[in-house]
Every structure is written in structure tokens, then in C-alpha cells.
């Protein structure tokens, strides 16, 4: 079986609890919690361990929060700062932060996984997990496949192409999954080239919670001697089950890594990390969007 279900059909949301300095494995020496709307609270945590700088956004998917896919571009193709691929989305979404999605190429910009967007398959899935959300509004992390066909960037294909096991109405691409039913995977130590998986670097990743009811989405700042060295693989997998994930998976880090929350104050969307890249925010193949799904 190569997806996990991660939700609980007709469950009413409960109220999760808030998240707590208390539950982290490390010191944390600085701790705020601000509630950006209605089911989302943007946390951030300074731990000097690391040293690390850590935002989470937690997110309780009621019939009023969702997560969604976003390219800001009508093709696969191109690349966009994680900041304007949210303020694309404007005004028909009503957008309260993201972060930065799936690994793409630096050639063109496509995402190198599955890509859906509205029930619409931009760009083929790999042999790699995706999170996805499906037509029940379920968030789920799994490998999708498609038909035996070879599919170029852009195919017009797409568009009408089943997936299996399920057709998602959202999904983006990531690897390795770092946990799955609350056990990390053996792939946090091996995957890809040397010092990707046991390097600390910065780091994106969303994770599962509360029978799916729950989305944790994180960033961890990296590359910033004396402010925030990155984590290792494994060690994001053990900051995901601190949260409370079940199910969680990386997402594209390094100079990608960024996340965008709404201000409450101003109702701008801002950039609430460091990005390590000297020029600053780095553009991007596609992001993964939290937005409010009922009129403010």
C-alpha cells in the first residue's frame, strides 16, 4: 500500500491543544505564539542547542482552514518568490501564510514531483511522496502514480490523466517522508547525496496530527553562524513527533526555505524567517498554501 490515510471522515475539530515550550527534547529558550485567524497560530521557538530558529504554523483544518497547492504561473514551468506565489492567490483566496513546496528544476522551474492544483495535475508524480489533499478534504502523505506513459513538462495530457490511488484535489511533491504512524523512516539517514540527509541545513516540512485534523507546516532557519545552523534530517523527524505528528514529510530546504504568514495587524502577508541565501527570499517551482475557506 503506498498511501496513508490521515484523517478521520465526518470528525467533528476539536479544540488541540496549544503548543508548549514543555514538550521539546531541547532547551528553548525563547517561545511566542501569535493566532493569525481563526484555526491558525504561528509559533516560533529559539532553541540554543542548535542553535535553532523554528516556525510552525498549526493549522486546524475545520470547514473554514485548507490547505492548497500554488504555482503562481499557469504552467509547470517558472519560478516565483514563495511570497508572491501566496499574493498571487489574492484576492480570490484568502490567504494566511505558507511555505515553499517541492523540489524543482533550476533549468525551467518545474517541480520535479506531482503538482495538482483545483483537482488539475500540472506536472506527473515521481516515485516520491507527495502531501496531498483529497476530494474529502483529507490531508494525506503518499506516493501517487499515473498511467504508464511518459509525460513532458506542460503535457496537455495532464489534464485529463487519472492518478492512483486516489486523484488528489491538491498536492505537492517532497522526500523523504520523515515519519510515518509516529515512527521515523529509515530514509532520514540515507537520503540523497552525501550531508543532504545528515547535514544540517535549512529545512521546510508538513506534518499530520490529530487523526488529520491537524496540519503542522515548519520551517527551521539554517546557514546563519550563531542564530540558526539547520537540522539534519533526523532531527526534523524528532521536532514532528514532538508537535505531534503521525505522518510528516520534507519538503524542499537550503536557500528555498521560507515561510509567509499573515500579518494580524496589517493583513499583509510577510516574511517571518531568514532565508540563507545572501540576496535574500530565493524563487521557487511551487508552494504550499493555508487559507481561510469562509467569508472574515
Given at each position: 500500500?503506498?498511501?496513508?490515510?490521515?484523517?478521520?471522515?465526518?470528525?467533528?475539530?476539536?479544540?488541540?491543544?496549544?503548543?508548549?515550550?514543555?514538550?521539546?527534547?531541547?532547551?528553548?529558550?525563547?517561545?511566542?505564539?501569535?493566532?493569525?485567524?481563526?484555526?491558525?497560530?504561528?509559533?516560533?521557538?529559539?532553541?540554543?542547542?542548535?542553535?535553532?530558529?523554528?516556525?510552525?504554523?498549526?493549522?486546524?483544518?475545520?470547514?473554514?482552514?485548507?490547505?492548497?497547492?500554488?504555482?503562481?504561473?499557469?504552467?509547470?514551468?517558472?519560478?516565483?518568490?514563495?511570497?508572491?506565489?501566496?499574493?498571487?492567490?489574492?484576492?480570490?483566496?484568502?490567504?494566511?501564510?505558507?511555505?515553499?513546496?517541492?523540489?524543482?528544476?533550476?533549468?525551467?522551474?518545474?517541480?520535479?514531483?506531482?503538482?495538482?492544483?483545483?483537482?488539475?495535475?500540472?506536472?506527473?508524480?515521481?516515485?516520491?511522496?507527495?502531501?496531498?489533499?483529497?476530494?474529502?478534504?483529507?490531508?494525506?502523505?503518499?506516493?501517487?502514480?499515473?498511467?504508464?506513459?511518459?509525460?513532458?513538462?506542460?503535457?496537455?495530457?495532464?489534464?485529463?490523466?487519472?492518478?492512483?490511488?486516489?486523484?488528489?484535489?491538491?498536492?505537492?511533491?517532497?522526500?523523504?517522508?520523515?515519519?510515518?504512524?509516529?515512527?521515523?523512516?529509515?530514509?532520514?539517514?540515507?537520503?540523497?547525496?552525501?550531508?543532504?540527509?545528515?547535514?544540517?541545513?535549512?529545512?521546510?516540512?508538513?506534518?499530520?496530527?490529530?487523526?488529520?485534523?491537524?496540519?503542522?507546516?515548519?520551517?527551521?532557519?539554517?546557514?546563519?553562524?550563531?542564530?540558526?545552523?539547520?537540522?539534519?534530517?533526523?532531527?526534523?523527524?524528532?521536532?514532528?513527533?514532538?508537535?505531534?505528528?503521525?505522518?510528516?514529510?520534507?519538503?524542499?530546504?537550503?536557500?528555498?526555505?521560507?515561510?509567509?504568514?499573515?500579518?494580524?495587524?496589517?493583513?499583509?502577508?510577510?516574511?517571518?524567517?531568514?532565508?540563507?541565501?545572501?540576496?535574500?527570499?530565493?524563487?521557487?517551482?511551487?508552494?504550499?498554501?493555508?487559507?481561510?475557506t469562509c467569508r472574515r
Amino acid at each position: 500500500m503506498t498511501f496513508c490515510l490521515a484523517a478521520c471522515a465526518g470528525a467533528p475539530v476539536a479544540h488541540a491543544p496549544a503548543i508548549k515550550p514543555s514538550q521539546f527534547a531541547f532547551q528553548v529558550d525563547s517561545f511566542r505564539s501569535v493566532a493569525v485567524a481563526r484555526g491558525v497560530t504561528h509559533t516560533f521557538v529559539y532553541s540554543p542547542k542548535g542553535p535553532w530558529a523554528i516556525h510552525v504554523l498549526d493549522v486546524q483544518l475545520d470547514k473554514c482552514v485548507g490547505a492548497v497547492a500554488a504555482k503562481g504561473a499557469p504552467g509547470a514551468t517558472g519560478r516565483i518568490k514563495t511570497s508572491e506565489i501566496l499574493k498571487s492567490l489574492e484576492p480570490a483566496r484568502d490567504v494566511i501564510g505558507g511555505v515553499n513546496a517541492d523540489f524543482f528544476s533550476l533549468q525551467t522551474g518545474a517541480p520535479t514531483n506531482a503538482l495538482v492544483m483545483s483537482g488539475r495535475v500540472v506536472t506527473p508524480p515521481s516515485k516520491q511522496p507527495v502531501f496531498a489533499i483529497d476530494s474529502s478534504g483529507k490531508p494525506r502523505i503518499g506516493v501517487l502514480t499515473a498511467p504508464d506513459t511518459l509525460y513532458s513538462t506542460d503535457d496537455p495530457r495532464l489534464a485529463s490523466v487519472s492518478l492512483a490511488p486516489l486523484h488528489p484535489m491538491e498536492a505537492v511533491g517532497g522526500r523523504p517522508r520523515l515519519v510515518k504512524d509516529s515512527a521515523i523512516v529509515p530514509e532520514v539517514d540515507t537520503e540523497g547525496q552525501p550531508g543532504f540527509a545528515n547535514g544540517r541545513h535549512p529545512r521546510t516540512a508538513v506534518g499530520i496530527a490529530s487523526n488529520g485534523r491537524r496540519l503542522f507546516v515548519l520551517v527551521v532557519d539554517g546557514r546563519r553562524a550563531g542564530y540558526s545552523d539547520g537540522m539534519t534530517l533526523r532531527e526534523l523527524a524528532d521536532l514532528m513527533l514532538s508537535l505531534g505528528a503521525r505522518d510528516a514529510l520534507n519538503l524542499d530546504g537550503g536557500g528555498s526555505t521560507a515561510m509567509i504568514v499573515e500579518n494580524p495587524a496589517t493583513r499583509q502577508l510577510e516574511v517571518v524567517n531568514r532565508p540563507s541565501d545572501a540576496t535574500g527570499e530565493r524563487t521557487v517551482g511551487d508552494a504550499l498554501a493555508i487559507i481561510e475557506t469562509c467569508r472574515r
